[in-house]
Each structure stands twice: as C-alpha cells, then as structure tokens.
C-alpha cells in the first residue's frame, strides 16, 4: 500500500491544479494592445482600451477591432469609461482636458478644465444628465459640472468632511446614482448623485473601481474579493488563478481579466451571477 500515498499526494495535487486552471475556464478571447493602459466595457460588451499616448481602440467581445481613435494632441489617460450607453469619456491629467466620444469613437465635445476655473483636476468621470465630476486637488474639492454648458455647478470642500489623511484620489466612477472615489492604499469614498459623502470604506487593497451588481470588487492574493455595499461587509468570492497585477472588470455577461498587455475575456462565472 505504500504506492498508494504518493499516488494520493499527486492525484490532490493535480485536483486543485485543475481547480485552480479552471475557475474562469478558457478565454473567449484575448487581446494584445501594445503599452497597454486604461480599459473600459459598453453595455453592449463592446471593449475600449487606450495605449500611453492616449490612442483609444474599439474591440468586440471575441477580440475583433472595430474601430480607432488618435487624437491630435497626444497624451496618456487618466480615465476612459465606457460604460454609458452612448457616450465615451475620456480624461488626461497631463493636458488637464476631458473629451466625449460617442461610441463609434466619433469626438462629440472637448473640453479644457482651465476654462471651467478648475485650476489642478487629477480624477474625472461622466455623470449622468450631462455631469462630469472632477476631484480638484488645487482647493481639495470635489465638483460637479454641466459639460454642455461647462459651468460648475456644486463644490464639495473633501477635507471638511472626511477624516482621510491622504486626499490623493486618481479615480472617479458613477455607478446607479453613486459617485466612487478611490484613494490608492486608502480606501474608497461613496457620495450621492450630489456629492454628499455616504461611506468611508477602509479598503486599502483596492487598485480599480470594478462595480457589479451592489459589489465593489477587487483582487486581493489571487482571491475575488467584494465589498456588499448594500450589507456593508466584505466578502471572500471565489479564487481565482491570476497574474500579480491583474485587475477584473464586469460587464452584462463578460468579464475581464487585465495584465500587462493582455485582455482575457470571460464569461462570467457561476459565482458571480448568483450573487445577490
């Protein structure tokens, strides 16, 4: 019977390899960008992706590219979000400028922050009705806009209100009718579709602003991990065999996988759909 114990060794070995291997299963697709940056899914899984010179790329969801954008003044993103149904946003830091594109990538409005007296912009996203937020880290506020109008509408002074000691948010994400702020090794801040803070959350593994369903999510050690905003607890999803530096997004049916200068695409799991 000695035979028997290696044999078991290697047979549970080889159970959780095979586990491990198949927790999202094969990639319905792959996709390589060349200096690989910001990436953001459409409702209709449609995948944008920038590189550092800010060029945008339109793939669908089996990795074929369907579109491309290069605009006149290069520079990287800081933000590209894609997930209105019409509408792309598309934020530099270094020209301190924020463009609209519809979703064939076609420019619909560009915009200077100067001109709006935002004087040092480090984050900004697309809000609903018309609105794009900007964290102005020149005064510490937060600010709401009417970009067809570009003219402030609300500041909110964040040091007067939170008790963070590092204000270096570089991440804005409105998601049904919640306006996330992340703050890198921090945490994230929830506002109302105000701007009136709603929680604190102390989640300082938090390197991206991957909503679905009422979670936030995040890679934390090669495990899925989620913050139930509507329980407010955190919770262990499900491991998940993946590359130091990875992030997820979801979509309606998608998931992504980013690393380096790959985009895995994924059904989404079992476990992710039942969660409530």
């Known amino acids: 019977m000695r035979w028997l114990v290696p044999f078991l060794f290697l047979w549970i070995h080889w159970e959780v390899f095979a586990q491990l291997e198949n927790e999202l299963g094969k990639p319905l697709a792959e996709i390589s960008v060349k200096e690989l940056d910001q990436v953001s899914l459409d409702t209709r899984e449609q995948i944008y992706a920038s590189n550092l010179q800010g060029d945008i790329f339109l793939f669908d969801a089996s990795g074929k590219q369907l579109n491309y954008f290069s605009p006149a003044r290069q520079a990287k993103l800081s933000q590209l979000e894609a997930a209105w149904s019409v509408t792309i946003f598309s934020f530099s830091e270094d020209l301190q400028e924020y463009r609209i594109l519809d979703r064939f990538l076609n420019p619909i409005a560009e915009r200077n922050f100067l001109d709006a007296s935002v004087n040092l912009p480090k984050a900004a996203t697309l809000g609903n009705n018309n609105i794009v937020w900007v964290w102005d880290e020149s005064d510490l506020s937060l600010k709401r806009m009417d970009y067809l109008r570009n003219l402030i509408l609300d500041i909110q002074p964040l040091n007067l209100i939170t008790s963070v000691k590092s204000l270096q948010i570089t991440a804005l994400k409105e998601y049904k009718n919640r306006l996330f702020a992340l703050i890198p090794n921090e945490g994230v801040l929830v506002f109302d579709n105000q701007g009136n803070l709603l929680l604190d959350l102390k989640l300082p593994k938090v390197e991206k602003l991957s909503l679905y369903k009422d979670y936030l999510l995040w890679l ?8 139930n905003l509507s329980q407010q607890s955190v919770e262990n999803i499900q ?38």
């Open 220 to 227: 934390e050690n090669g495990t899925l991990m989620g913050y």
């Open 239 to 276: 491991a998940l065999d993946t590359p130091e530096g990875s992030y997820v997004l979801l979509g309606q049916t998608k998931l992504l996988l980013v690393n380096a200068e790959k985009i895995e695409v994924y059904s989404i799991p079992d476990t992710l759909k039942n969660l409530q």
